[in-house]
DNA sequence: ATGCCACTTGACTGATCGGTCAATTATTTA
DNA sequence: TAAATAATTGACCGATCAGTCAAGTGGCAT
């Protein structure tokens, strides 16, 4: 009938997907979820691949956009605004870990278009975060470094943190690794 | 035959996992990569999950042992021997990834029996590298710390690294990672 | 009002999935 | 050697999967 649709597809393939992986993905389920029939659904998408590609897109960019741009776009503490979200629990889902990393371990290695995507969006992560360390070094909260490598850094030890916390269950896992890496990175503060 | 058709189907059964998932392998490519037949495969085992779950925790007990146990049973030199680990490639393959994380990834919200064994896997794995870093207290190569954080905050990096290459398709990534990691261990080191 | 087009409906298809089973062959035990 | 058990074979099953399609609906432009 409307956009209406689509969106609603897109919003539950995204749960789907976050919650049972891609290949566990049950087109069923995510017709049953948003209400729409399967012919409709064709209409907008020409299969589930495709679907899924543009939910994993559309919604993680809508993710990056609200958390991480919106502090590199503050007026300074940027180190600190930072550190706040990685100890906000309630950003957190351990149960299902992180969506990025999610699709990353499944489907890189098994589809190239998903290789591609997931390729970009890890970069733009990556990007994202190198872009708080250089304000911060801007406004001297950090020391001129590699910027790009302590982001790649921060990036990665954050996906394995999520994931520490995923395997045991324990979020404080979560937060003992965060509060390691804060440890790395406030070594970088200026003196 | 004999107990070589079990470990022939343990073998292909890993292998598939690991290149596929664990809800993309399919029963049919392992059957003609271990070249056994259906009914003789479920002769050995009552379904397909309780032979990946065999084949999980087989394999990955065997490769820890090799790997991580081995330095903590040699004589000195602990961080050495463990550093030079994580610097070779030879052990890695980034297009797959790590096979811990994936069945962490994929199957730990989606079902209680994975979650159980990936609990106990990852959690040796957090163990066998604490024993590596309290060996190195003993002999003096480290500051006395709390070993098990720092066993868990590595642990959790290294997964994090690999991970990270996964997604951009450049072991560079992990080189770097592993640096960075290297040295926050470092800063534990006796001056 | 008429024709057009975006959108919806839901039954249907063929392929693939994990799993079953009765019959057969090999191996061990007595 | 005979009986019992272990292992193998491959046809078969029902369920589920993504995807197709012809028919229908409703709004909008002419």
């Given at each position: 009938m409307e956009q209406n649709t689509r969106q609603r597809l897109i919003d539950a393939t995204y749960e789907e997907v976050y919650s049972h992986g891609y290949q566990g993905a049950a087109l069923a389920n995510i017709l049953s979820n948003a209400g729409v029939h399967k012919g409709s659904m064709y209409h907008f998408f020409p299969n589930k691949k495709e679907m899924a590609l543009c939910a994993i897109k559309e919604k993680i960019a809508e993710r990056f956009g609200t958390r991480y741009l919106a502090i590199a776009r503050g007026d300074g503490d940027y180190l600190k605004h930072f550190f706040e979200g990685l100890r906000d629990?309630?950003?957190?889902?351990f149960r299902r870990g992180c969506p990025v990393a999610n699709i990353v371990q499944e489907m890189s290695n098994i589809d190239e278009d998903f290789n591609t995507a997931m390729k970009e969006i890890y970069a733009k992560f990556r990007q994202s975060v190198k872009i708080i360390f250089d304000k911060a070094v801007s406004v001297r909260e950090l020391q001129p470094c590699d910027t790009t490598k302590l982001a790649l850094f921060t990036t990665s030890a954050l996906e394995g943190a999520i994931l520490a916390a995923k395997a045991s269950g324990d979020s404080q896992d979560y937060l003992d690794c965060v509060e390691c890496l804060i440890g790395y990175i406030e070594s970088f503060r200026k003196k």
């Amino acid at each position: 009938m409307e956009q209406n649709t689509r969106q609603r597809l897109i919003d539950a393939t995204y749960e789907e997907v976050y919650s049972h992986g891609y290949q566990g993905a049950a087109l069923a389920n995510i017709l049953s979820n948003a209400g729409v029939h399967k012919g409709s659904m064709y209409h907008f998408f020409p299969n589930k691949k495709e679907m899924a590609l543009c939910a994993i897109k559309e919604k993680i960019a809508e993710r990056f956009g609200t958390r991480y741009l919106a502090i590199a776009r503050g007026d300074g503490d940027y180190l600190k605004h930072f550190f706040e979200g990685l100890r906000d629990l309630n950003q957190r889902d351990f149960r299902r870990g992180c969506p990025v990393a999610n699709i990353v371990q499944e489907m890189s290695n098994i589809d190239e278009d998903f290789n591609t995507a997931m390729k970009e969006i890890y970069a733009k992560f990556r990007q994202s975060v190198k872009i708080i360390f250089d304000k911060a070094v801007s406004v001297r909260e950090l020391q001129p470094c590699d910027t790009t490598k302590l982001a790649l850094f921060t990036t990665s030890a954050l996906e394995g943190a999520i994931l520490a916390a995923k395997a045991s269950g324990d979020s404080q896992d979560y937060l003992d690794c965060v509060e390691c890496l804060i440890g790395y990175i406030e070594s970088f503060r200026k003196k």
